[in-house]
């Protein structure tokens, strides 16, 4: 039944996946591409922080197109088929949460590949050590936890989905209007700060995301 | 008898404007039943309770001789379930389709499923969204038969399609039940399609079960009398009047349900004067039927109906 659920899963998002993997495995070396020796450890950290952003949105963008994914055919036919199967609710999604966790070691494996390759590349100064694996690792878990949280909400109803979006959506026009007319309030960095600095859960796309670090 | 399918006093309120109302269903196990009744009246909502897609408000189910929904894993291990609409996964191929399904069913006959899609000409390697109407409908049918189920739960199965493919989806169906005594519960509004396979008949409208019997006696039960003059005490028939109308001659015409040769004498008991006793096809007999029920006629529920025969 896995291998079945796996399949289907991995027949809709396999494009999203290959492009994930390739730009995985392509930013840790188009991050040290350039970097000769002579270079300081400072200017070497200062260039490969520039990319450090890429990560955390490669996995963001991973594990959302891919829980989406995961339910679209599912929500085209109204769960009728999933439904009808002899298999308990439960069991059918933790199966499709699963497969998707699987896949996503495919865009991990593109960034730790690259990420071995590119410090094979370079000379890397004194004082300064390589993390790929760390680097690989983080990434694994960071679109874990967006696939995770995405997967959560595209599996309830429209409904559901549309109340969060509705959520984010008012806070921003709110925002929007506030900053019109001058009031001197900013609502969305309480709840970017809830979310993304400790012990917020999205705590991991924040912070350092480094090739090469002290 | 056992009952393949029973329902006590089902209830389930999916709107406002539409309640399925105390249902008491009983299908025969081994028996071809069709369910029959207009658009709208409640026939799809009775399969997704019966197959625990919903869950009632009252009453209960039990499939196969098991609760639903509490039990219902192992009922639908055991059931093959055709949709009114597609319900698959439209981006699969036709032999990924086959796999997927597979998987699920431990007694799923592989070679039959190859052999069926290849006589009904299935290319393994077209997707499903390509597929035309009749070909997801021989799909669909192939996939529920080849679980081997001993239910076999159909939704509108031939709605739409061409008379060819209809017939094709059909015979499909009937082989297998004659091979593997298996129940089969049909839902449609095509009534003559019925008429021609099935032994037992439920019929539904607005929510409400008008009537339940095997479906020799439904086409037989239901007459047109056409009387000279009408027979007195007319609220003390042996006989169900479902319909009457009076022509400009004077004479009569009832749509009677229940009517047996012998209550000719009856008639002549009550001076009444009997021109013509007429059958009516299974559609006529439905027509009549359902015109009864809603114009506040006593409609008969569940197979005490057949008391009045007697």
Redesign the interface.
């Known amino acids: 039944?896995f291998?079945?659920i796996l399949?289907?899963q991995w027949?809709?998002g396999r494009l999203l996946l290959l492009l994930a993997t390739l730009a995985g495995f392509a930013i840790p070396l188009l991050s040290v591409q350039g970097l000769t020796t002579t270079y300081g450890n400072f200017y070497v950290v200062t260039s490969l922080q520039a990319f450090g952003i890429a990560y955390p949105l490669l996995a963001g963008a991973a594990g959302l197109l891919l829980s989406l994914s995961a339910w679209t055919?599912d929500h085209?036919?109204?769960h009728?088929?999933a439904?009808?199967?002899?298999?308990?609710r439960w069991r059918y999604v933790l199966m499709r949460y699963q497969s998707g966790l699987v896949l996503l070691l495919l865009p991990m494996l593109g960034i730790w590949l690259g990420a071995i390759l590119a410090t094979r590349f370079i000379h890397i100064p004194p004082g300064l050590h390589p993390y790929a694996s760390s680097l690989a690792l983080r990434f694994a878990l960071s679109a874990a936890l967006a696939y995770t949280a995405f997967f959560a909400i595209s599996s309830g109803t429209p409904r559901t989905a549309g109340i969060v979006l509705g959520i984010a959506a008012v806070l921003v026009a709110i925002q929007v209007l506030a900053s019109a007319a001058g009031f001197d309030f900013n609502l969305l960095k309480p709840v970017f700060d809830r979310l993304f600095i400790w012990p917020g859960p999205f705590e991991i796309f924040t912070g350092r995301w480094m090739l090469l670090d002290v | 008898m056992t009952n393949a399918i029973e329902t006590k006093d089902l209830t389930y309120r999916p709107g406002k404007s539409f309640l399925l109302d105390h249902l008491n269903l009983r299908v025969p196990t081994g028996a071809i039943y069709g369910f029959l009744g207009p658009n709208g009246a409640g026939k799809t909502t009775t399969i997704r309770l019966v197959?625990?897609?919903l869950k009632p408000e009252a009453g209960s189910i039990a499939v196969l001789g098991k609760p639903v929904p509490s039990r219902v894993?192992?009922v639908?291990?055991r059931t093959g379930?055709v949709?009114e609409?597609?319900?698959?996964?439209?981006?699969?191929t036709v032999e990924?389709s086959r796999?997927?399904h597979?998987?699920?069913?431990p007694g799923w006959d592989d070679p039959w499923a190859t052999e069926q899609l290849r006589r009904f000409g299935l290319e393994p390697n077209r997707l499903l969204r390509q597929l035309s109407k009749g070909e997801m409908g021989k799909l669909m049918i192939t996939l529920a038969l080849a679980q081997r189920p001993e239910l076999l739960v159909l939704d509108e199965p031939t709605d739409g399609l061409d008379p060819v493919v209809r017939r094709e989806l059909l015979s499909a169906m009937l082989e297998y039940v004659s091979e593997r005594g298996a129940t089969v519960f049909i839902s449609s509004h095509l009534v003559h399609e019925l008429e021609r396979v099935c032994d037992w008949v439920g019929v539904l409208d607005r929510g409400r079960l008008v009537s339940e019997m095997p479906m020799q006696d439904f086409k037989n039960g239901i007459k047109r009398l056409v009387f000279t003059s009408p027979p007195h005490l007319v609220d003390q028939t042996p006989f169900q009047i479902l319909a009457r109308e009076t022509l400009d001659s004077g004479s009569e015409v009832w749509v009677v349900r229940g009517w047996q040769p012998d209550m000719v004498t009856w008639v002549l008991h009550q001076e009444g004067s009997l021109r013509e006793v007429q059958d009516l096809d299974l559609e006529e007999a439905f027509v009549e039927l359902l015109s009864s029920a809603r114009g506040g006629g006593a409609p008969n529920v569940g197979r005490p109906t057949m008391a009045a025969m007697a």
Not at chain 1, 83 to 88: D, I, N, T
Not at chain 2, 85 to 92: D, V
Not at chain 2, 102 to 105: E, M, S, V
Request: hydrophobic fraction near 45%; charge should be positive; proline fraction near 7%.
């Open positions: 039944m291998k079945a399949f289907t027949k809709w055919s085209r036919g109204r009728v088929y439904l009808s199967l002899p298999v308990a | 197959l625990g897609l894993r192992e639908l291990a379930y949709p609409r597609p319900h698959l996964h439209l981006s699969l990924e796999r997927f597979r998987a699920f069913y």
